[in-house]
């Protein structure tokens, strides 16, 4: 069965950090481009991070430059969102996403180019 399944959220202070997971199963994570996405309640799904298939280039959102760091653990076939120095405004439900469909090698930040997503993790970031 292909799915993806998020862990790793939680309610952290500002400026502490966290980890969420992304682990696949049914597909090879490395070859295929992956996404980080968040919703915050009564706001658009925005694109956060994403790590092209096999040669693993990153992209990042600007609001997350210089705090979050995206990476895989092909042994594992997990992708990681390292999110360091949190802020309130961090806090919403975040997923990732497979580009299955279209294949391409480069990654996006845009949620249209990817058709497989996991359930979500909720991330609150408050004092």
């Known amino acids: 069965q292909v799915q993806l399944v998020e862990s790793g959220g939680g309610l952290v202070q500002p400026g502490r950090s966290l980890r969420p997971s992304c682990a696949a199963s049914?597909?090879?994570?490395?070859?295929?481009?992956i996404g980080w996405f968040r919703q915050a309640p009564g706001k658009e799904r925005e694109g956060v991070s994403c790590i092209s298939a096999s040669d693993g280039i990153t992209m990042y959102a600007d609001s997350v430059k210089g705090r979050f760091t995206i990476y895989r653990d092909n042994g594992k076939n997990t992708v990681y969102l390292q999110m360091n120095s949190l802020k309130p405004y961090d806090t919403a439900v975040y997923y990732c996403a497979a580009d299955r469909l279209w294949r391409e090698q480069l990654c996006a930040l845009r949620a249209r180019r990817y058709d497989t997503w996991g359930q979500g993790t909720q991330v609150t970031v408050s004092s």
């Open positions: 049914g597909f090879i994570l490395v070859n295929y481009a």
